[in-house]
């Protein structure tokens, strides 16, 4: 197994633009959650999808969409692109919900807003 | 409010001495905490957590809940040791609430 992928490695845009990033979680595992890393920082989570249905999102603006497909890969939307939102977007999957669940991470994809 | 706090951007120890990484977290209830590691080029990794109560790679962390902190500690640094290490809580909401990391660079 791979572990979790996630593509493109790097993406530049232009403020306004649409981006949508993918996520392959490990076989096996249900869980996505998805991580924004601004350089200097430590991850910020953005949303946790489970069984197809969002879980959990934390403080970013409804800019910011995702969804969990069937087979359990995921995409993370983002409308309306600010200079801000360039970032490493870091993508994690765990078996389930249960707090002892270990959460693997991605390598990020590389978001650069022009 | 829920918040981890790492006070130290940067720490640098010579190969051989005690390394110990702070690590300081807000929350009300019995916390889950976690380090995690991203060595050089690699993605982020798990290092331990506390429910576990084992030791990797010869780092340990005991949690304080007096002191509200879960500090990271090796008794004798090794070069291979030089990453960025990421203190983390599971929120109320299952997500990880993260502290901005602390550099350890190992001096030979």
């Known amino acids: 197994d791979a572990g979790v992928t996630q593509s493109p490695t790097h993406l530049i845009k232009t403020r306004g633009q649409h981006v949508t990033l993918r996520c392959s979680p490990i076989s096996g595992h249900k869980s996505v959650s998805w991580y924004q890393q601004v350089l200097g920082q430590g991850p910020q989570f953005i949303f946790q999808y489970y069984e197809k249905e969002e879980r959990g999102r934390g403080n970013f603006p409804d800019r910011f969409s995702a969804r969990q497909f069937p087979n359990y890969s995921s995409e993370l939307n983002v409308n309306a692109l600010l200079l801000g939102d360039s970032a490493l977007y870091l993508c994690a999957s765990s078996l389930g919900q249960l707090r002892t669940d270990t959460q693997y991470f991605g390598p990020g994809t590389r978001l650069t807003v022009l | 409010a829920q918040r981890v706090t790492q006070p130290e951007k940067l720490l640098s120890v010579f190969k051989g001495a005690p390394v110990e990484l702070k690590c300081n977290y807000s929350?009300?209830?019995?916390?889950?905490l976690f380090w995690y590691v991203q060595y050089s080029r690699q993605r982020l990794q798990l290092l331990l957590r506390?429910?576990?109560?084992?030791s990797i790679k010869g780092f340990t962390a005991d949690l304080n809940k007096g002191e509200t902190s879960f500090h990271l500690k090796k008794p004798f640094a090794q070069e291979e040791d030089s990453a960025m290490y990421y203190c983390?809580?599971?929120?109320?909401?299952?997500?990880?609430?993260w502290g901005a990391g602390t550099k350890l660079i190992i001096k030979p």
């Open positions: 929350y009300s209830g019995s916390p889950e």
């Open positions: 506390h429910i576990s109560r084992e």
């Open positions: 983390a809580l599971r929120g109320s909401n299952y997500q990880l609430i």
